[in-house]
């Protein structure tokens, strides 16, 4: 027996209605079925709540990353480099796994010369995902901010083993397109020494390289600490230099040929530095603490190897050379060197000159066993007033003026030369072709 909800009759068991009222009644399944249903359609209400504040939290996040993103971009093309950087940080705070902003991070940082933490960035990014093209340029680009022409290739080459040769081809070749094998000329004496260097040259940039320099048999090398190379050949023709800096490879022919008379002249002109050497007709009576300074400073500037320790056995053999078996040194300390006998060696002082000689070649030609060169010397001596100028001195000490430095090759040109003392060599010529200072004297 149960009581209806609705009007309070009484109902016996198994009707389904009430007798007076009509009111349909429901079993416990029925109850438990309504009920569960409601329970159902409150979960999925809550649900789909979820899912909206979901989608909603994801839009903005995604608005507040583009919007820093927009914002550093803005800030880098503004050149507002430190705001820049404070709006890709944001964006990384965000997501510090996207590429856009990792790599307008590394933008940055090189805008604001931070090269160390971009490189470390770029290099992060690469590693992770090494197919982002971008960080690679970037890293070639701080490399080469950075001066760093070797790493730069080998980034390159890293980037193409990765990515393939198609890639960075702009950078390479423009790259390619401003290194070279520099000298100041191509045409050689036999045996003279040519400076060779393999130079990066673009926008106003000039770096010097060290390369790995190469000439076949019949030439000398010597490569210099600096990454340049001083070559020679003592026979005829044409020599083949090589320079390879990475995978760029340069070639250079330089031409050698025998002009006994202009090899003289080219001794005249490079030999009295930083002094004048004195006149003489016997190289015996020659000051023997003024030819020890001019042969080692010409075995330091001109035997194809720059260095500060000499022997006395390079300066004696120069001496031979230069002056003939005549003339008899004796060794001890000077100016420009202090002497080390137990070592039987020299090594040079370290200073600055306020004084050098200068020398002009009026002509050369040869004779009957022997050659004769006219050269023009001056004397540079450092103005203590004015250090951008010089007083400079004739060949017989007198004081032609004060100049700028840079001006002398201007101001003494063949018509004022032509007015100051003659300098006048003589070289005797041995049968084998080599020769050897006589005489030097001034003419007029």
């Known amino acids: 027996m149960m009581r209806c909800p609705e009007c309070n009759a009484i109902i016996a068991d198994g009707e389904v209605n009430c007798p007076d009222c009509g009111f349909i009644l429901l079993s416990d399944t029925d109850v438990s079925r309504k009920v569960g249903g409601r329970k159902f359609l ?3 209400i809550v649900l789909l709540l979820l899912l909206a504040a979901g989608s909603g939290f994801v839009a903005l996040h995604h608005f507040q990353l583009k919007k ?42 090189i805008a604001l010369y931070r090269y160390e933490e971009a490189e470390d960035v770029l290099e992060e990014i690469i590693k992770g995902k090494p197919a982002v093209v971008d960080a690679w340029q970037l890293l070639c680009e701080v490399k080469l901010a950075r001066e760093d022409f070797a790493d730069v290739f080998a980034c390159i080459e890293q980037c193409h083993q990765t990515l393939g040769d198609d890639v960075l081809t702009s950078l390479y070749q423009e790259l390619a397109a401003g290194i070279s094998i520099v000298t100041d000329k191509e045409q050689f004496f036999s045996g003279e020494w040519a400076d060779l260097q393999l130079l990066y040259a673009s926008q106003g940039i000039e ?12 030439g000398q090398l010597h490569v210099q600490a600096d990454g340049s190379a001083k070559v020679s050949m003592d026979s005829q023709g044409e020599l083949r230099v090589s320079a390879a800096f990475g995978p760029i490879e340069r070639e250079v022919v330089l031409t050698f040929n025998r002009n006994g008379a202009q090899q003289a002249a080219e001794l005249v002109k490079n030999f009295s530095y930083p002094f004048l050497l004195p006149q003489f007709t016997n190289s015996d009576k020659l000051d023997n603490e003024i030819v020890l300074i001019l042969l080692i400073n010409w075995v330091q500037r001109y035997t194809g190897v720059e260095k500060y320790v000499i022997s006395a056995e390079e300066v004696e053999d120069a001496a031979t050379a230069i002056f003939g078996p005549g003339l008899q040194l004796e060794h001890e300390e000077n100016y420009l060197a202090w002497w080390n006998a137990d070592r039987a060696e020299y090594e040079i002082i370290p200073m600055g000159l306020d004084s050098a000689a200068m020398t002009f070649i009026i002509d050369c030609r040869e004779e009957t066993g022997k050659y004769i060169v006219n050269a023009v010397h001056l004397t540079r001596i450092l103005d203590w007033n004015e250090e951008d100028k010089c007083i400079v001195e004739d060949d017989n000490g007198t004081v032609l003026g004060r100049y700028d430095w840079d001006e002398l090759e201007a101001v003494f040109n063949q018509e004022r030369l032509a007015q100051l003392p003659l300098r006048r060599y003589i070289f005797s010529v041995l049968p084998d072709g080599s020769y050897y200072m006589t005489e030097s004297q001034i003419v007029y």
């Not at 770096?207 to 019949?218: A, E, I, K, R, T």
């Open 207 to 218: 770096v010097l390289l060290s390369p790995q320099w190469s000439v076949p048999d019949m």
């Open 42 to 44: 409150v979960i999925g």
């Open 68 to 109: 820093q993103l927009d914002l550093g971009t803005d800030y880098l093309a503004a050149g507002q480099f430190i705001q820049a950087l404070d709006a890709f940080e944001k964006a990384l705070n965000i997501d510090d796994d996207n590429t856009e902003a990792r790599l307008g991070h590394a933008r940055s940082l």
